[in-house]
């Protein structure tokens, strides 16, 4: 009860949610349950691969989805080209469904542009995994130096969420935590 009034708080209150875990650990579950806390009168966009979160309680939603290429191999739409796109789209919130690459540039450019209560999910062990991961990601788009990816990662992810199956086959989240900044070069969480 406590764990779900917090993570009301939090999105009601703009924060950057990034939530991580394994293959089945309900990411996406608890991606579409912390969503329903966000203001109805907000403006926001869903990005997904395939569509999965069901978002009946936003009001003004604007749902966008990739595409593969025809047969031709044209027509290729991304999950980089529609979250650039999504910010001339005036949105309140930015929701991308899951990053599994170069996309979390675009990602984390949206969180660090104004876009506060932004929300995404990925594949991870742990936050300090997931945040690993998400360095690596940023890597595949632009070689930049660690330390300017891992600014941006603090900058734009304000709370990480981590959840796991559990062997009874629960899920369960096992770990939040803020994101406070970097400190002696690594993250401050």
């Known amino acids: 009860k406590r764990t779900s009034e917090f993570l009301k708080i939090l999105t009601e209150s703009g924060y950057n949610i990034f939530v991580s875990g394994g293959t089945s650990s309900g990411k996406t579950t608890l991606l579409n349950a912390i969503s329903e806390c966000i203001p109805s009168q907000e403006r926001v966009i869903v990005i997904e691969d395939s569509l999965e ?12 989805e990739c595409r593969n290429a025809n047969s031709g191999g044209l027509g ?30 675009d990602m984390l450019n949206a969180m660090n542009t104004g876009h506060s209560g932004s929300m995404s999910t990925g594949h991870g062990n742990s936050v300090k995994g997931m945040l690993r991961r998400l360095e690596s990601m940023y890597m595949m788009a632009v070689p930049l130096d660690i330390m300017a990816i891992r600014s941006q990662i603090a900058e734009g992810i304000d709370i990480m969420i981590h959840l796991e199956k559990l062997e009874n086959g629960q899920r369960k989240i096992v770990d939040i935590s803020e994101i406070a900044g970097l400190y002696n070069g690594d993250f401050s969480i």
Do not use: F
């Open 76 to 105: 290729r739409i991304t999950m980089s080209d529609l979250i650039r796109s999504s910010l001339r789209m005036r949105p309140n919130r930015i929701i991308v469904g899951e990053v599994r690459g170069p996309e979390v540039l």
């Open 53 to 64: 979160l069901k978002l009946a309680k936003i009001e003004n939603i604007v749902r966008l």
